[in-house]
């Protein structure tokens, strides 16, 4: 492993492997803003192949690409339904409504990660001066704060149907998409295939340093660009940073399956531990679980005697944590983290 430590706060700490590394460094480059990076141009090609879509776009960030989404569907006072759990209305900083004016209508996201149905239909508004347009529907999959939970291709279908009746746009803050697919072990095109556009993260599990893609059709992927742009996401020889998302796609969307794998290994270890709560099953790459009343330290005593013990992780919420497993986490990581919790539990 490339650290010492076994390192659970999330898959965003993933650096990058010795093989993204010689691709960067060997990487063909260009000034993106003038089209002529070849290697942001395969990388924006591969993206939109492989999700079944016209075009993508090469952004810094995952923020910055739900953003550009949520900016090129809506106008000022528009309304977006999304979930009260999801990324985009607890975890960017108000973006959509500092910098765009956009207005967001959350309704509950069920355990399951879901918006219900009937809550998205409710929450049109209808045609009514008082109030304001709606013009996009936003679901999150895998939705982090619901456990990780992967959303089938059924309820995608659904939700990509409501919107289409109601003359809505529908957007996927699919951070962690390869992951859904891979846990519904279902063909990632199926799984975009209702929403206008997706976002993903090549820098999670997916194990890049850096960026995000943006994906839909041609005039949207154009619309997002010049938006990129003004937003000052427009780089200039970015191809060393995606020479490791062509890496990420080529040989990183295939490994998910064994960091979900050590998601479970992971939860069966910790049920055996005393003053743990741990709820549902994994169904991607995160454990969460909550501390039982009876456990008397504190979030940060217990995230500081893991450190002494070789592991790294970080609480959610109050009395809650997150683990994530990914690339550099292998099943000795595994037992270590197990280990390290039933002797600072014990
Ligand atoms: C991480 C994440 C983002 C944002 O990506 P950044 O690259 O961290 O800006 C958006 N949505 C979800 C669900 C995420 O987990």
Redesign the pocket.
Known sequence: MNNEYVDLRSD?VTKPTPEMREAMAEAEVGDDVYGDDPTVNRLEEKAAEMLGKEAALFV???????LLALLAHCSRGEEVICGDK???YV??AGGMAALGGIYPHPVPNQKDGTLQLEDIRASIQPDDSHRAITRLVCI?N???MCGGAALSVEYTKQVGHLAQENNLKFHM????IFNAAAALDVDIKELVAPADSI?F?L??GLVAPVG?MLVGDGAFTEKARRLRKMLGGGMRQAGVLAAAGLVSLEKMTVRLKQDHARAMSLYEALKQVSGLRLEAQPSSNMVYFRLDDSVALTEDQIIAQMKKRGVLVDWSAPREFRLVTHYWVDDAGVGKAARAFKETLG
């Open positions: 965003t810094p960030s995952g923020t910055m690409g739900n999801s990324h985009i975890n960017e999150e895998t939705q982090n803050d699919g951070a962690r976002m993260c820098s999670k995000s």
